[in-house]
């Protein structure tokens, strides 16, 4: 048990593989910030409690699991949320019919109400059985207590595992010879902060890259682009980032890296787009179709088997890396795009077709097919980051799979499944895990519909609305049959308006999330994140997952168009204060809130500092956000707004801090620590 | 490449693991049967065309296939039928809720139109990769050709891929350093005939086991059982075997094996069923709770972690098969008990928590979990058998996970999935692995819904209605509440009615169905079976997954309550006779048929001969049955009844072969090889 960093520990078991994640990592050990995390909680789990063995399969890996030991993390599960008697198996798949731990970005990681948290180094599909299973034999010392206990309930059984069961956690990695697994020290939240910092520490997004995104209809082409990044702007619709398919899998759904015919004039395009203030985001997928320009030169660097009668990429080789940087550096990037939506670098199990590679395809570098599901995600976010890096400009993009050491990655992930509620628990649980996540809207049922889930996606870290299979905004028409047929629904004044309601919410809480993120940065706390980390020891807490706290202070508590107009909401021990009226709510309880389709429910913490901004349309380079401080509540209060230029990577070098203060009957005070401010204007 | 019998070969590859399907194998190989069966079709499979490498995650085995080549089997496959460009995942699991080739008994045996059928000797969760992917490179060579195809199309990409690829048979073993392949040749028919001598040939019902089954009433007691089965008597229901829930699960879910206070005098209830000439089958699952009185004598035979608070008893050792045998031989075999239904015995992915032991469980016997889960349900058939052979009593019994070369156990599987299309196509797929397959009746819709639904079931190997949730026959009330409530339904007289037809049907089918189950016995021929079977050269029938062959020449077309009273049915090329009527239909074609909700269409082959019995309520050991012999179209036919005891093991010593003959334009005639007739008697 080697120790890493102030509360963190590597142990190594066996001959470990050579492809992990921390093989691959990117991003430095931000070992000085993990030296400023208290180790508040005692860890009790120590190397003599963790047993394993080597077998024909692989490794298993046992520790011990208190009965009431409550677990969370493993990545973006969107089924579950405390895992605790529950199986995980962590292998990517694009199609999570079923909870069962696969998904877009399942990670090898979970924290425990125990003190510590436990990453396992590894791109095999690992199973972790959270206390599922007692040993052999122990039932019979429960005979007798059973007794009392006649009847059959599923329920009744399940209590009494939970209350008098010892149990185990048993880890199942296939394959390896070896393991290595990291060991974090502290509660909840230390143990989550530790992961992220020892991952690199949480991304910093763009500021434009927290306002408004919009992908435009699939079918449309250059004059839909140019006519609706019009109408946005004449409507005065917030609106940042504009996201194309660029036509280039029409010979096959591999992709060329060509702008197809909807698209003749690609740079007049992107600077006619630019100048009006908008970003562009292109969609792409990983397996490259014959006629792209770099396919001769990259069938040497990829795996032995085709997908969607495409090459699939080495990227643990450099020269597969190397052929997509330079080709996306000077094709796209130097032309002015933004930033990718990276799709199909998952696995697609419940699809029987040939939807992906086999796990036992060969790849030069010596991975195999299993191995490179779980990280071709990741490893094409590196590059692409990588081009950004050298540009000295940042990104924000999207992509549809991720893992293990993923925090310092500025990239969000996404799903084709829709589930509102499911969407929700993603937005819960990625924090536990370094992920960003976007509940976007797509279909709607209704205007209403429309309203609930653009309530989450302004709530969340990606404010995005996909139509790709609707050329007019949903908020003009949400049948998509009548959309397509150019016909605005009756109420679509109504709804435009109510939209751009909430876009202007999600702009003036533009600075507030930006710190949020620098604090990521920072500290590895996650700037969007399940209750439980502000409430460890709130057993309560431990269950909620439909509300989650966005920044610091604010607890967003979404309702879904199924829930109509009101719904539970838990709040922590305390005063809450609404935050559109300041009402005040005493915590630690659950409270029936009502709240009508255009009104979502947010409380925010006693003591509570929280700058908004005037709504801007758009983030430009010398955008200057006009701040109103608003205050919640009578206690000491803190704010800082970080400045820096908000698109470069000089923020690395250091930021300005404007510090906010509040005490009790005292005016705020505002302080900036280099004297002056360039970004932001106060308003009194 | 080792020839193991006439058009049956054995491959060794590396070195293999230990325990495998053949290495339990419990029946010899049938070689003289083999013998007996053609190799009509070239094998375009050899052994230099089948390459492999072992890997760090296992063995890899690839094979050419061939554009057009058409794939089936893999066990029992409820929701896909031609596995061709298809990705078959053979882990069992009892909530297949995807089309991913998991189930209840998944096999790794396929059958190509390439004239060969593969099976892989392993209990590794394989993978199979149909055709999915082409070799790298491969598209480079198309792109001229998808030139012409411009617009992006699923259907019309996966049709160019079908009519331009070369395609490859990918087979991913994990975990195995080795493996042996089974190369079977000849035409559909024909390997899978070589496939079920190959282990050991069907299996040989009693004939009660072919007549009307009924499970009761969960928390039926002996006097529930007692009205119930004087009930079928009085209101001749044909009724041979009740199946009850012992109760010995009260305590946990795991099981006692002792009788609840529900049934207080078992011996006097086994004796009175008896005597109404009922058989007896009795429910249990395979984990032991403490109170189980073999219990502290298996913990050593057992597995390293319990399931439901009981022992996973080691089955591949002897101690653990004795201590099971032993305690059901003399309680409850000897006792008269016809057989069991062996639930829980799969595995159970897709719900999260402890409904299964860990793939990574230790048995004493060096077995690990995964290779537990894929043949557990085996072994337990294997030794509920061996009591019965030891006690010369044949049974005919249930089991809810089953596997590779398990063609002679007479064990019927089942499943808590519902769906009556999958029901169907299960019946469909089973014949192509040695399975047999219950679509068994349950909940239903109404009472036209339970027409339906026994239609299909009166045409399978096992006739059963499964009314655990309800105490009176569905026929009495289908709505689950008022049957509990005791309320019958305004239709039951009619319902009743129709259900008695149905199994009256049934029964008059037994000697017809128990010569299809000898022939499955002597030929390896499956008594019940998809039409690409017979018709191998049909591409038509290569896709029909919702008609069966029911014996020789029976064709089966089922209808679902939603496909309301038509359906499509293919008729291969002949002269075709509707069962009931005799009306000819020309085949070669599909024809729209139409049928009341109280008809099913049947249709029977050219020069067909059937023998219908004299409905009888059940089979005593002295039943006679009173044959009529019906024949349809002009052609030659003939068809052998076969006689013996109908009971016992003594079939297999030899049996009389009653042989009715038909020749154009004479009479039938009718030739008892022994020159008497003692279970049959010819009605004019």
Redesign the interface.
């Known amino acids: 048990m080697q120790q890493i960093a102030k509360g963190i520990w590597k142990i190594v078991l066996g001959e470990p593989?050579t492809f992990t994640p921390e093989h691959f990592r990117q991003f430095p050990v931000r070992t000085e910030a993990i030296e400023q995390i208290p180790v508040s909680r005692e860890c009790r789990v120590s190397e003599e409690k963790i047993h394993w063995r080597k077998?024909?399969?692989?490794i298993?890996v046992t520790l011990p699991m208190e009965t009431q030991e409550d677990i969370y993390g493993f990545g973006l599960q969107l089924q579950?949320f405390n895992q605790a008697?529950?199986?995980?198996?962590i292998k990517v798949n694009s199609?999570p019919?079923?909870?069962?731990?696969e998904g877009h970005a399942p990670v090898p990681f979970y924290i425990s109400s125990a003190g510590y948290g436990l990453f396992v180094n590894t791109f095999r599909y690992t199973?972790f059985?959270m206390g599922?299973?007692?040993?052999?034999?122990?039932?019979?010392g429960?005979?007798a207590e059973?007794?009392a206990?006649?009847?059959?309930s599923?329920a009744a059984?399940?209590a009494l595992?939970r209350a008098k069961e010892e149990r185990k956690v048993?880890i199942?990695i296939?394959?390896a010879?070896g393991i290595e697994l990291y060991l974090f020290a502290g509660d909840f939240m230390e143990i989550v902060q530790r992961y992220n910092l020892f991952s690199g520490g949480g991304c910093v997004p763009p500021m434009w890259g927290l306002g408004m995104w919009y992908r435009i209809y699939g079918g449309g082409d250059e004059k839909a682009l140019k006519e609706l990044a019009e109408q946005f702007r004449k409507e005065e619709i917030p609106m940042d980032v504009l996201g194309l398919e660029p036509g280039w899998?029409?010979?096959?759904?591999?992709c060329t890296y060509k702008w197809s015919n909807l698209f003749p004039h690609p740079q007049e395009m992107i600077d006619d787009m630019t100048a009006q203030g908008y970003k562009l985001n292109l969609w792409e997928h990983v397996y490259v179709?014959?006629?792209a320009p770099f396919?001769e030169k990259l069938?040497p660097y990829?795996?032995?088997?085709?997908?969607?009668?495409?090459?699939?990429p080495d990227f643990a080789t450099k020269e597969a890396c190397q052929l997509f940087e330079d080709y996306h550096r000077d094709t796209f990037v130097k032309q002015g795009i933004a930033g990718f939506k990276l799709d199909e670098c998952d696995n697609s199990?419940?699809n029987?077709?040939?939807w992906a590679?086999?796990?036992?395809t060969?790849f030069p570098s010596g991975m195999?097919g299993?191995q490179m599901h779980m990280t071709i995600g990741t490893l094409y976010q590196n590059l692409i980051y990588r081009i950004y890096q050298q540009e000295n400009r940042r990104t924000y993009s999207q992509v549809r799979s991720s893992g293990a050491l993923a925090a310092s990655l500025p990239f969000v992930l996404y799903s084709d499944l829709y589930d509102h509620k499911q969407f929700i628990r993603g937005v819960v649980n990625a924090g536990f895990s370094g992920l960003l996540w976007c509940p976007e809207v797509r279909d709607c049922a209704n205007g209403d519909d429309l309203l609930r889930r653009l309530q989450t996606v302004v709530f969340s870290g990606h404010a995005l609305i996909n139509s790709w299979r609707i050329p007019s905004p949903p908020w003009k028409q949400t049948d998509i049959e009548k959309n397509l047929a150019g016909e605005p629904m009756d109420t679509a004044e109504y709804y435009t308006a109510e939209c751009r309601k909430l876009f202007e919410l999600r702009m003036r809480l533009l600075p507030y999330l930006y710190s949020a993120f620098v604090e990521y940065s920072h500290s590895g706390k996650p700037p969007i994140r399940a209750l439980v980390l502000d409430y460890p020891e709130d057993r309560e807490a431990r269950m909620v997952d439909d509300e989650y706290l966005f920044g610091e202070s604010m607890l967003v508590c979404p309702l879904t168009y199924e829930d109509g107009t009101s719904r539970s909401v838990y709040l922590p021990e305390g005063s809450w204060y609404d935050f559109f009226t300041g009402e005040r709510t005493e915590g630690g309880r659950r409270v029936e809130v009502h709240a009508e389709y255009d009104k979502i429910p947010v409380f925010v913490k006693e003591g509570a500092i929280i700058p908004l901004a005037k709504p801007v349309t758009h983030v430009e380079k010398d955008t200057v956000f006009d701040i109103t401080v608003k205050t919640f509540g009578e206690a000491d209060g803190s704010f800082v707004l970080y400045e820096d230029d908000f698109e470069t990577f000089a923020y690395e070098e250091g930021q300005n801090r404007i510090v906010i203060e509040k005490h009790p009957g005292e005016d705020v005070t505002i302080h900036s620590e280099n004297g002056t401010m360039t970004k932001y204007r106060l308003v009194r």
């Open positions: 593989e077998t024909k399969r692989g298993t579950g008697g529950r199986r995980r198996y199609d019919v079923a909870n069962t731990g199973t059985l599922t299973n007692s040993e052999r034999g122990q039932s019979a429960m005979t059973n007794e206990h006649k009847e059959f599923e059984i399940y595992k048993i199942d296939p394959a010879g899998h029409s010979h096959s759904y591999s179709y014959p006629k396919y069938v990829s795996g032995d088997y085709e997908v969607w009668n495409g090459l699939v199990d419940y029987p077709s040939n590679f086999p796990d036992s060969e195999d299993e």
